[in-house]
């Protein structure tokens, strides 16, 4: 400080002697100015430092201390979403799954279904075919009787011409009789019945 003070004092001489019109009062050195300008500094500093940085200094502080407590939460909220996004990526993989065993069951209850309604058909289709076989085989039955009948009356027509008489009922019943063993139908109504698509 002392050296400083000497420096100044040497600078203020040269510069009254270059200038020795210059009166400029900041340029002289004065200890009591010196003396007043360290103490307003000294109080001035000391004002600041109580009113000024330590407020200051504390909002700083508080201010670092809200965003250390931001950038936490900041990284709490990202661990949350994480968390969350694994949860979701695992209930989808397990609605997937569970979709994926929906349609399976539905796709086997369909196959279930499909093939009781075939078995079902196929059953009302041998229904229906036993159903027709049976009314072909009455058809046949009754063609059959209708054809014996027809045979008697062209047996007893062809009769009456040979004979050219009448016959009387015993006659006749004789006459078919014989007509329709040496006709032998059975041939006939067996073929009629066994008419199979």
Known sequence: MVDLITQLSFLGLQAEGTTEESDNPLLKISPGLMIWTLVMFAITLFIMKRYVFGPVGEMIEKRRKDIADSIDQAERSRDEANALLEDYKTRLVEARKEADSLREQGRKEGELQRAELVAQAQGQRERVLADADAQIAAQARSAA?????????????????????????????????????????????????????
């Open 145 to 197: 009787s209708g054809l014996r009948d027809d045979v008697v009356d062209l047996a007893l027509a062809a009769a009456e011409k040979v004979s050219r008489r009448s016959l009387d009922d015993a006659e006749h019943r004789r006459l078919i009789e014989e007509a329709i063993k040496e006709a032998d139908l059975s041939t006939v109504s067996s073929n009629g019945g066994s008419t199979n698509p």
